[in-house]
T-cell receptor, first 114, second 110 residues
């Protein structure tokens, strides 16, 4: 059973550039979540997919952020016109259908915006 | 706004002692509760989940839930230096997404 995978693991970019991250969930999981975590804080919810449908987006998610899960398998998170405040660890998690909704996290993508 | 509160620590315990980590939450509708362990620079790793009032044991870990007091705790028995990490409490209020506390740093000294 392979876990959640994320790519790239690290990304350094200049302010104003666009970046895209990929998440591959655990294969039998139909729910996928994106979170952001900054130093000293817990993960903060960004958005959630069930299969290919994006069911919830945080009010904190600005218009510069967009996420997709076109075939209900992997997902991408794009940040346009990056700002220094976007520097964070971007975490992806997945869970299976059922009452537990236990979420398993990938290794994360650490973004640094210069 | 749903809030999850944890003491940031650090909580320092000697090797072999019991570490007690606490968490309170604001949303009375919360249905499931999770403890994650996070080593520095790594992603959160699930330790335990609990849904019903009372205790749930798994090896050296015991989760305790009191919905009336809106309180969740995690006990780690026979603490080891490898348990040194940040412990995150997370709450699911029925909308699938998790609300996390800021985490409590645990330091276990040999």
């Amino acid at each position: 059973d392979t876990g959640v995978s994320q790519n790239p693991r690290h990304k350094i970019t200049k302010r104003g550039q666009n970046v895209t991250f990929r998440c591959d969930p655990i294969s039998e999981h139909n729910r996928l979540y994106w979170y952001r975590q900054t130093l000293g804080q817990g993960p903060e919810f960004l958005t959630y997919f069930q299969n290919e449908a994006q069911l919830e987006k945080s009010r904190l998610l600005s218009d510069r952020f967009s996420a997709e899960r076109p075939k209900g398998s992997f997902s991408t998170l794009e940040i346009q016109r990056t700002e220094q405040g976007d520097s964070a660890m971007y975490l992806c998690a997945s869970s299976g259908e059922g009452s537990t909704d236990t979420q398993y996290f990938g290794p994360g993508t650490r973004l640094t915006v210069l | 706004q749903k809030e999850v509160e944890q003491n940031s620590g650090p909580l320092s315990v000697p090797e072999g002692a019991i570490a007690s980590l606490n968490c309170t939450y604001s949303d009375r509708g919360s249905q499931s509760f999770f403890w994650y362990r996070q080593y520095s620079g790594k992603s959160p790793e699930l330790i335990m989940f609990i849904y019903s009032n009372g205790d749930k044991e798994d090896g050296r870990f015991t989760a305790q839930l009191n919905k009336a007091s809106q309180y969740v705790s995690l006990l780690i028995r026979d603490s080891q230096p490898s348990d040194s990490a940040t412990y995150l409490c997370a709450v699911n209020s029925g909308y699938s997404t998790l609300t996390f506390g800021k985490g409590t740093m645990l330091l276990v000294s040999p």
